[in-house]
Every structure is written in C-alpha cells, then in structure tokens.
C-alpha cells in the first residue's frame, strides 16, 4: 500500500482513477502527510512534476474528512496565484469534483465571483488584489456583502501561495503579507501556508517569509525527475529568418507544437504578420495581457488541441502553469531580464518527456560590437548551469502601506490611526514611519483630521472617489488614465488597451493589430475617461497601426548583465548548441570585454565624436551612472552613450539617494512604481527605490571611481 492509498481513503474509494492516486510520485507522496497534519511547507520542483496536485489532492481528503463526512459547510482554503488566467485554468482542471466529491471551488477575480452566491466555497481561488476587495468590504452587519466575505474568511485554515517565486521579495508579495496578517487576524489563529514553484531563489528567505504567518515551512524538494534541457542560440540579422528556424525545428525534431516568447505585445503581432506572410496555412496563434480573457482562453483551448502543427506566440502571459499541452520546442526571441523569468519559459516545454527543447533568438539588428541579447543570454546560461540565482532583494515597500491605509479605511468608512499601527507593528513597521506615512497623506489633503482631540481621520472627496472606481486594491504599476475598450459587431470584448498613444489612432476607418489580427474600427465613443471603439476583422491590404504600450518591460538586472563577463567557455559550450556566427560573437565579446584585471571599463570612440562605454551594469545601474553623468544621450543594460568622456565618480549611498532623489519620476517608472508611491514622503520614495537596488550592484557602483577606462583600439 503506498502513501496516497493509505492517507487518502475518501479520494481513493471515490476518484483514485480521476487523481491518478496509484501513480503519485515522490514529490507527491512526500506531501500527504504535512498537508493533512496542517503543517506548512515549501514545495521546490521542476516544472510538470505535479505540484498542484501534491497540494490540492491532500487538501480535498482533509476537507472531505474534517467537514462534509460531519455536514459541515466552510470555507477552508484560499489558493492565491499571481495571474488570472493560471486561475481559470486551475479551476477548469478542478471543477469537476463540486459532481464527484461535493466541494465547491470558487474563482474571485476582477471578471468571476462564485463566492457571492448560493453554497459557500469550500475552496477560493484568488488573487492579492481580489482578496483585499474581500477583506476590505465595508464592516456593515446588515450588509449581505460583508456579511458573505466574513462567512468565507473567518472559517480559513489554509492559504496556498502558487509561483511563489512571483511574490517573493517583490510589491506583491509585501501586499500579500498584509493581507494575510488582517486574514490571520480574522480566523484569530496561525494559518498553514503552502508555498510553491520551480524557482525559489534564496529558499531560506522564501522560508521565512511563510513562517511569518504560522509556523517554518517544512522544506519539500524533488529534483529526481529534473528534465534534460537541450538549449541552443542562433542569431538572426531580420526577424523573417524566425520562419526558417521554424522550418528547420519541424524537420529535425518533428517540432509539432512550438511555443515562442516575446519581450512585448508589439513583438508578438510583429512576429505574427511576419510568419503569415511567408506562409499563410500557417497555424498560428497570439496570446498576450491586453487582449480579452475569453479570447486568450480561446486560443488557449485552440492551440492545446489543435492536430494541426501549430505555433503561439506569446508575452509572459504563458510563463506560468497555464494548461496548453504538450509543447515541442520553446523560442525565446530576446533574452529574458532575469535568470527565474528564464527558467519559467523553458519549463514550458516537453512536459511530458525527459528533455526540454528551447532555443535562444539573438537579434543582430543594430550595428554595434556587443549584442545585448547574446550578453544576456550568456549571463543567463553562466547563473543557470551553476544553478544560482539573482539575490532577493530587502525592499521596503513603504508604498504599500499606503495602499493599505486606503484598504483599512474602506472597510470602515474612515481612518483610525491606532489600530492601524497595532497591525503594522505585526509586520515589523515602526510607529515613527507610519505617523510620518499618515502626516504627508493628511499634509496633501487625502485624509483629514475634523476633530484635533480624537485620533479619527475622514477621507477626502478624491479618495472616495476611488474607491468607488475599484482603483485602490492593487499595487503594481498604473497604466495610465483612461483605457480604450475595443468590441466587436456582436459587443464581444476583444482587448483593452491604454487611452494614451491610442486615442488619435482608434478612429473609424483606421485599421489595428490586435492578437495578431487586423480590424478595421467602425465606430468609437467617449465614455467619461474611457472610450468604446467597435471594430470587425478585416482582410484589407493596408498597412495596420500598432497600439502604443505605456509598459517599460522587465528591466535587466546587475547579475545577468556582469555575469556574462565570469562566463566559463568550456561550461557554455559543453552545455548548449551554438552555431558558429553566435560563438565568434561570444568569443569577440569574452576577448574585448572580459576583465583581465578587475575594475576596468572600456569604450568606443565613434566617429561623430560620441563616446559608448561598456559597463555591463544592468538597467537601474546605467541609469544610475547615467544621471551622475553630463550630455548622456542614452543608455541600456550594457552601454551608455555621451557627447563626452565619462567622469569618473565615487558612488556612496548619499550620493546614489541624491541622484534618485533628482530623478524621482523616471526612477519610479523604472522600478515599475504603483500610484501609491506618489502620495508617500519624498524620503521615503527614495528609500524605497534606494532598498531595491542589488546589493552586487551598490558594492560595484562604491568601485566605479577606481575603474580604469581604456579605449577600443
């Protein structure tokens, strides 16, 4: 008898073929027992070995044991994923057990809420910011709304933290743990916390973030069942040479399925016009955020079953554990910013067999001697075949106190002050902060103190204002005011993008891209801030805009960029297949780059007297340089370029504040900075910015001025 048979009795006696119990793998097994016993744990494996059912097979025997089999009715699980398309697809593999085993799952998003009607759930999937609208229902007894949300949360046990990796030590994650100290609070015991993903960097950091909230985690691991990965890079001078490297994957390793990811959503339908043109049977699908949920889970439906040989190309979208079958070979066209983000998209592929098949595109499209792609494929390569990761940085995301403050002030009606620095003390924020958070909201008229002698503040016009446009319950980076809503002949949503950039483009008689399809609008109307454009496909020979994104991408970090300098030859050439312009690029950038000596930075002199210095500093480290510098033109990850040569400075960390503090907006849209960080101290928003920095990166920018800058002769 083994682990599953024995622990999960009600499972096996009603659905062991369905859960495939007699099959369960190590990783699975290993995780009936602290599951059932309520311990929390730390789940780390491959992608495609199961993690989703080591964790919810357990949980629905224990709520089959605990609740139905004594005619109790509770919500007893909070399942938090990062995206809502990863929740979709969860509960479409799950539903069926509401027929079999009569527990009800829910979805709570801002689309789907299962949870408002008929039976209780018994188990919630949801995301950060759709839990705090559960959370923060305004405390009303007579309200069925608050009332509901209460039944729902008090009863909780257990909340399951899915990608993990997406969380940790970034915004979303310090919301999440607010969240989950007020849940805590309101089931008034520890919580069993469950944490899962293929990449967790610094794991015992990770750790403890779940210990906060109950118990350590046990550490669970498997790598047994790791996959072989065959990885190769080729180059490509015009993105129509993407086609024959399509062609040529489908001959050598009957390539059925291929999915390729793309830095941007522009990327996306550029690489779609460009495939269509050079063969128009082609199978091929787009997939990326703006587009509507219904249609993304068409095409994800379409390209999963399809028994043609198909193509998807798509953004992050698809990164994570969404459901698409069996994928033959994974493209990376561009490299991605960071070593997680790499191993995420490579693990989509081969699911079901024992080796990944992923190639790395190197786009040569501009005329200089490093090629950003190839230095950040290559630092990425370095990081992965020595199974290191980018350190998780110690942020303090004071901005998501203020987001809090708005949350705990719409659950009331108003702000008091005391209580909330008794909860923010449980997240370890002192009292001096939070006062301080609370003078500059009232300073800049957001909250407001009608009575001096009782702590009780009131919230302004313009902060109820945005309550009622659902606009304060989330902490990533705003996209801007206004969104075009674009329908079809039928009303059926089909995107949504940004107001700005768009709006003198969506016009009637214009044609889009969208998805990969070209429409031609027929009509738009202006709905307060919004506008509703109806548009219908089109086969019309003319040349389609492309919709402008205000998104500034995932920026490259300081590990990725300098480790491509520590490259062993011998490691990345033993480990991956490169063809032969691709290893004399590599080679060219080892010879000229790679330090002899340390602290060295070389440059060009072009010749209309402009001056590239190679610094291989990352996104938020060029900037950095960039501001102390005079009649910069531009920068990258890799190189800056001015009118003059660079000055050599001594970066200590009142100087890197004081250059922050300069360039505060650019700064804040760099690190991706919620509407929120606007309202706090400017201290504090350079603080913040200042605590995401690498600590890799601060220990070279204190170096920079003993560099040595030699010319490229």
């Known amino acids: 008898m083994n682990t599953a048979e024995k622990y999960l009795k009600n499972l096996f006696a009603q659905c062991s073929n369905e859960l495939n119990l007699r099959n369960f793998n ?21 992608t495609g070995c199961g993690k989703t059912e080591a964790v919810i097979v357990p949980l629905l025997e224990k709520i089959i044991e605990n609740d139905i089999c004594r005619g109790v009715v509770k919500t007893r699980v909070i399942y938090i994923c990062p995206t809502k398309a990863l929740i979709n697809d969860l509960y479409n593999r799950f539903k069926w057990v509401k027929e079999r085993l009569g527990i009800k799952l829910a979805i709570k998003t801002g689309d789907i809420d299962d949870t408002a009607t008929g039976e209780i759930p018994r188990i919630i999937f949801t995301t950060p910011e759709s839990l705090d609208v559960m959370i923060s229902a305004r405390i009303d007894e007579r309200s069925d709304t608050y009332s509901r949300n209460m039944e729902c949360l008090r009863s909780v046990r257990t909340v399951v933290i899915d990608e993990i990796h997406q969380f940790a030590s970034e915004v979303r994650g310090e919301h999440l743990r607010w969240l989950l100290f007020r849940l805590k609070r309101l089931t008034a015991r520890p919580l069993q916390v469950i944490g899962m993903s293929a990449t967790i960097p610094e794991i015992e950091k990770v750790g ?4 906060q909230f109950g118990e350590s985690p046990e550490l669970i691991s498997f790598s047994s069942q790791k996959r072989d990965l065959y990885f190769g890079l080729r180059t490509i001078k015009t993105v129509d040479e993407l086609y024959d490297i399509v062609v040529k994957l489908r001959r050598n390793i009957e390539a059925r399925k291929i999915l390729i990811f793309a830095g941007t959503r522009n990327e996306c339908d550029i690489i779609h016009e460009k495939l269509i043109k050079r063969d128009p049977e082609l199978n091929c699908f787009v997939h990326y955020s703006t587009i509507s949920v219904e249609e993304r889970e068409r095409t994800e439906a379409e390209y999963k079953f399809s028994a043609h040989h198909s193509i998807c190309i798509a953004t992050s979208t698809l ?24 191993i995420q998209k490579i693990g989509r592929g081969n699911r079901r067999k024992k080796t990944i098949f992923a190639l790395g595109i190197v786009r040569d499209f501009r005329d200089d001697i490093v090629n950003t792609d190839l230095v950040k494929f290559i630092g990425i390569l370095e990081l992965f075949y020595n199974n290191e990761f980018e350190h998780i940085t110690q942020t303090v995301f004071y901005s998501v106190v203020v987001q809090q403050i708005f949350s705990y002030s719409k659950s009331r009606g108003f702000f008091l002050p005391e209580e909330f620095r008794e909860l923010a003390s449980e997240l370890k924020h002192d009292k001096w902060t939070i006062t301080e958070i609370i003078r500059h909201l009232s300073f800049i008229n957001i909250i407001s103190k009608p009575l001096s002698h009782i702590d009780k503040y009131c919230m302004s016009d313009w902060m109820f204002g945005k309550i009622a446009r659902r606009e304060i319950y989330g902490n990533m980076a705003s996209g801007g005011i206004g969104k075009i809503m674009i329908v079809g002949s039928d009303n059926r949503k089909i995107a949504e993008v940004p107001l700005e950039g768009n709006e003198k483009k969506i016009k009637p008689g214009a044609l889009i891209r969208i998805g990969g399809k070209k429409y031609a609008v027929i009509s738009s109307r202006r709905i307060m801030q919004n506008i509703s454009a109806k548009v219908e496909p089109t086969v019309s020979s003319r040349e389609p805009v492309n919709i402008s994104y205000n998104s500034q991408g995932v920026p490259t970090s300081f590990s990725v960029c300098n480790n491509s300098l520590k490259t062993s030859l011998e490691l990345i050439y033993a480990k991956t297949d490169i063809d032969h312009p691709t290893k004399e690029s590599i080679e060219h950038i080892l010879n000229t780059f790679k330090p002899r000596k340390n602290l060295v930075v070389k440059y060009r002199l072009l010749r209309d007297e402009n001056y590239i210095y190679y610094t291989f500093a990352g996104t938020i480290g060029n900037y950095i340089i960039a501001c102390s510098q005079d009649e910069v033109e531009g920068y990258d990850p890799i190189r800056i370029l001015m009118n003059k040569k660079i000055e050599p400075v001594e970066f200590d960390e009142l100087f890197i504040k004081r250059l922050i503090a300069a360039n505060l907006e650019n700064f804040s849209v760099i690190a991706g900075k919620s509407e929120f960080f606007e309202f706090l101290p400017a201290s504090m928003q350079v603080d913040e910015i200042y605590s995401g920095i690498e600590p890799e990166l601060i220990e070279f920018l204190g170096k920079f001025h003993l560099n040595k800058f030699v010319k490229i002769l």
């Not at 602290?34 to 929390?40: A, E």
């Open 208 to 211: 403890r973030y779940i210990g």
């Open 26 to 46: 190590q990783l699975q097994n290993d995780s009936i027992i602290p599951v059932l016993n309520g311990r929390s744990i730390l789940l780390s494996a491959p």
């Open 319 to 342: 990164e994570l554990g969404i459901d698409i079958g069996d994928i033959d070979a994974v493209i990376l066209y561009g490299a991605p910013g960071n070593i997680s983000s790499f």
